[in-house]
């Protein structure tokens, strides 16, 4: 197969990892991202001296791919990973602090003790929660049964009441699928726990970023695809796709945001293309993948005469609010804990990570946040403070020396019934047109797991289809367009 070219549209961790993987099969790619810096939903901003991360992020250590793409990236160093899973929990309404801990025992024996002496139910609701997880063990997540199922009904049927739903499956529930734990998707639930809890012992452990976000994902992903000879085109925004009738595809850049032509190797002023519009600016490609967020894959899918490209937005959104306060003195000893009977859910330490010399910065996480993502941030502060004092009574003493709020309103798309079957797989009705995302069918939640399989199945989807498909570049040369690729390096 001659050299094929594909334009990979997104650099969040799905586009990425379709570029390295196209890179690595020996395709030469050009990643487009709108924004002035790669890394998507992961990422961080400057504010006051210190980096703030868009929101907390954490994985486990079963999200293989992800940290296999952190190894490529040769940043594994600036992640650290529980040596065993460890969770806190706080209650807000003074009841004693509960500790999840697991064991060296095999699983699912690991966790058998931490939910043994779970304080915050009664002897008789912890046996009744065993019976239940293990109950996920003969789930099928694939199962449309499943898909359609909502998780409260499911887990009541299993005897799971009120409380055992908010004090205890709440906890992971609704931070690992961003949405009301009665209301999730009890298929993406059944991954979770099967691969979680229920699987390796290990699996569980908890990792995060000790640098920011932007650092550890961005930064590092230029070098990478700087040094595989990818073309990275950041401020380029992907307005439009368009099949070609020879094969292959021509992208259309919207005028804001995108690169100058002479700033760019392969993005041509379109007076030679006369397809993109007076002014214009437009890219040929044999191949394309779609590494962006739902509604703007249905807005670009639709362009190139994908079929099932108005299905992709009834998927919905959910947003993830973050608040960030910072003390003048520590007021938290953990680095994270998560919360019970209080608007908190869980709290994480930024002071080393965001680069505060002196004080503590805590980010109060917020999942499945539709009631905070409009309330304005004087309102979060008096709902948040005091909840965080009730948490940690050190806080009352001490001064806040900032306080501000960081909203995602799209953070996910909406693990609820029915989106299994709404998710659509890496290839599209038109050849040599792919998807990627962690919105896309990869069988796992909305995460950075999620976002990095997607990218593997693109890359490997793409890969096998150009080798039937014409070449674009052929096609143009033949058209009288091959000046559209003529200042690629
Ligand atoms: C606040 C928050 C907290 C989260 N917490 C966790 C967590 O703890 N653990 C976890 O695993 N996951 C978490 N997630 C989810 C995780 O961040 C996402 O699943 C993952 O990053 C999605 O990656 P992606 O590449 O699929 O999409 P994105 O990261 O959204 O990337 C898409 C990219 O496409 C670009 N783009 C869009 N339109 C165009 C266009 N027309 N042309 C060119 N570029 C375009 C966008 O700018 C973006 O960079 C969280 C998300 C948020 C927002």
Known sequence: MSERRVVV???????????????????????????????????????????????????????????????????TGQVA?????????????????????????????????????????????????????LAFRFADPASAALDRQP???????????????????????????????????????????????????????????????????????????????????LGARAGAIERLAGGGFRISLSRAGATAPDEVGTVEASTVDAGAGPGGLSILADGVVLAVPAGQAARLAASAGVTTAARFEQLGYSPIVNVHVIYDRQVMKLPFVAAVDSPVQWVFDKTRQSGLQSGQYLAVSLSAADDYVDMPTAALRRLFLPALEKLFPAAAGARITDFFVTRERRATFRQAPGSGALRPGAATSVPGLTLAGAWTDTGWPDTMEG????????????????RSLPSALGAASRGGLDRAWSGAS
């Open 451 to 466: 976002a990095v399989r997607s990218g593997h199945n693109a890359a490997r989807e793409l890969t096998a289809k150009l």
């Open 151 to 233: 998780l409260g009904d499911w887990l009541a049927a299993r005897g799971q009441d009120e409380r055992a739903r908010r004090r205890l499956w709440d906890l992971f529930i609704i931070s690992a699928l961003n949405i009301g734990g009665d209301d999730a998707n009890v298929g993406l639930a059944a991954t979770v726990i099967k691969t979680a809890l229920l699987g390796h012992r290990g699996a569980a452990d908890i990792g995060m970023a000790t640098v920011p976000l932007g650092r550890l994902h961005g930064g590092a992903t230029a070098d990478l695809l700087g040094r595989l000879g990818a073309e990275v085109r």
């Open 9 to 75: 549209i997104g650099g969040g961790l799905a586009g990425i990892t379709a570029a390295i993987g196209l890179r690595d099969a020996g395709v030469a790619v050009t990643l487009l991202e709108s924004r002035p810096r790669l890394g998507g939903a992961a990422s961080s901003y400057a504010r006051a001296g210190l980096m703030i991360d868009n929101g907390q992020h954490v994985f486990l250590r079963c999200c293989t791919s992800y940290q296999e793409l952190l190894a490529r990236l040769e940043v």
């Open 81 to 133: 990973i529980q040596d065993r899973f460890d969770v806190t929990v706080l209650s807000g309404a003074g009841d004693r602090p509960a500790r999840l801990r697991r064991t060296g025992l095999p699983s699912p024996l690991h966790l058998a003790g931490a939910l043994a002496g779970y304080p915050l139910l009664s002897l008789a609701e912890r046996a009744r929660v065993g019976r239940a997880a």
